[in-house]
């Protein structure tokens, strides 16, 4: 649905996209990540057709945005990371406006627009200049607003910065209901849980490229998680592993759960001594921290 | 998937007229004051225009179309502010990543505007006519067809101000300063012949010159000075228009 090669962007001396390459499927959430600076914004703004790119190509269901940019716009809705409504006119009245754009009219217009409404929790504010809306609705009537036209890509830009839980559930739904309607979702974030919770697959970006790209079980794999062990006074002495506190035995393995089974069979029978024993796997968190040193796991493949 | 929805040009030019509207009428402060003032100023200053006018044609003929251009010139800041609003809003590039081209956007901005600032002269002119003896009728269409051409013409000069202006202060002083200018050297306020000499020397070279002679040649029936003044604004418009359609591209 949504093909970007080789994108190329440069501000001055700042390569901000050098060769972005991205592909998502009809009915895929692709959760973006990376560092502030990684690219992410600008080849949103790109494939919106905001930007102009030194170089590449953006296939939007097969149009190219080159060649033909208002059919390939035409089939993307943008949600960019800061609000961007007009504050004087009501909620109805900026859905009518995104919404009238896009091509909906009368009927139709008017049962998606309370659709819409309803399923983000909007629907007793809809007649409110969106100024008077609280911080929360507001970022909801935004992706109200992208959502309502039913765009075949969307580009959701950190769509949730701020959000109380009330919103982002509501959000994350309603993106979950768009993919399996079939739209090829890119979903920028620095709230991993979030990708988790849409069952994303990942791209992770890095200096203006993708430097690896697959699902979330693939990345992880062959990233440390953490065992923790506590215990009813000091640590054995026999255990072969240093002590990381008074009573307490932590570290980071890649088999967090085999290494924890080894762990109680050095101990011994006596396992009364162990208050607590916790594993944790291997998260987007422990991926998002290997990107600092670029530290690829094993699992992940190199999409430059 | 939903099938792809269809639209065209002229609907999305209607949808952003309509929301331009909205946008107006939810702040109408600005319009609603300067038309309420070139009323009052009409009623104050008409009696100086009559003594003024000495020679020449009565002086609520220089009077109604010099306050009528004066103020349709100041709300010059009220089309800028329409595409500044746009980028404080961040809704400007939500309009240019959309499916509407920029001539539409540009389209669905001046249609109001023009109706504003025709409607803005009408309300001027009828009061003059009905309280102080304007010829409207002698000018017949000739009125109404200026109107319109002079209301395009301050929409599109405005409209190019907000495509450039990158501030609010920025629209303030540029819009503040280019109408108080014109409408000083064009005679709009005070008749040129009390003005000093270069001022009538420099006047050609305003907009609000052509505009203010302009009216007074559709009542007075001066065909060849009307047709002149119609086409120097005509042309000023779609310079205008230019400016402001490639600065929208970018």
Known sequence: ?????????????????????????????????????????????????????????????????????????????????????????????????????????????????????????????????????????????????????????????????????????????????????????????????????????????????????????????????????????????????????????????????????????????????????????PSLDDLYRSLATHQLPTGAHDAA | MRPELASTPARRTWVMTRHTLVLLIRDPGTPVAYTVMSLVLLTVLRPVYDRLATSGPPGIVQAAPGIAVMFTLLALDVAGQLLLSERTWRTWDRLRSGPASPSTILAGKALPLIALFLTQQAVLFLVATAAFGFPLAAGTWRVPLLALLWAACVTSCGLALGVHARSQGQLAAASDIGALTITCLSGCLVPLAVLPHWVSTVAPATPGYWALHGFQAAVTGNTHAYAHAAAVIAAITAAALLVSARGIRR
């Open chain 1, 1 to 281: 649905m949504l093909t970007v090669s080789g994108l190329r962007k440069r501000w001055g001396p700042v390569q901000a996209l050098n060769g972005f390459d991205l592909h998502i499927e009809p009915g895929e959430i692709c959760g973006l990540i990376g560092h502030n600076g990684a690219g992410k914004t600008t080849f949103a703004r790109t494939v919106a057709g905001l930007e102009r790119p030194d170089a590449g190509s953006v296939l939007v269901a097969g149009v190219d945005l080159a060649t033909a940019p208002r059919s390939a716009r035409a089939l993307i809705g943008l949600a960019p990371q800061e609000l961007a409504l007009y504050p004087t006119a009501t909620l109805r009245q900026n859905l009518r406006l995104f919404g009238g754009l896009a091509g909906l009219r009368g009927t139709q217009l008017r049962t998606e627009l309370a659709a819409v409404a309803e399923e983000l929790i909007l629907t007793d504010v809809l007649d409110r200049p969106i100024a008077t809306l609280s911080g929360g609705q507001q970022r909801r009537a935004q992706a109200a607003t992208v959502l309502l036209p039913r765009p075949r890509v969307l580009l959701l830009d950190e769509p949730t910065v701020g959000a109380d839980p009330t919103t982002r559930e509501a959000l994350l739904r309603l993106v979950r209901t768009r993919a399996d309607e079939g739209a090829a979702i890119c979903y920028t974030t620095h709230y991993l849980p979030e990708l988790e919770h849409l069952d994303a697959t990942l791209a992770v970006a890095a200096s203006g490229r993708v430097i690896a790209r697959g699902h979330r079980a693939d990345l992880l794999d062959g990233l440390p998680g953490e065992v923790a062990v506590t215990f009813n006074g000091p640590v054995p002495e026999h255990l072969s592993r240093p002590s990381t506190a008074p009573g307490e035995l932590r570290f980071s393995t890649v088999d967090p759960a085999r290494e924890l089974a080894q762990l109680l069979r050095d101990l011994g029978p006596d396992t009364t001594r162990v208050r607590s024993a916790t594993i944790r796997e």
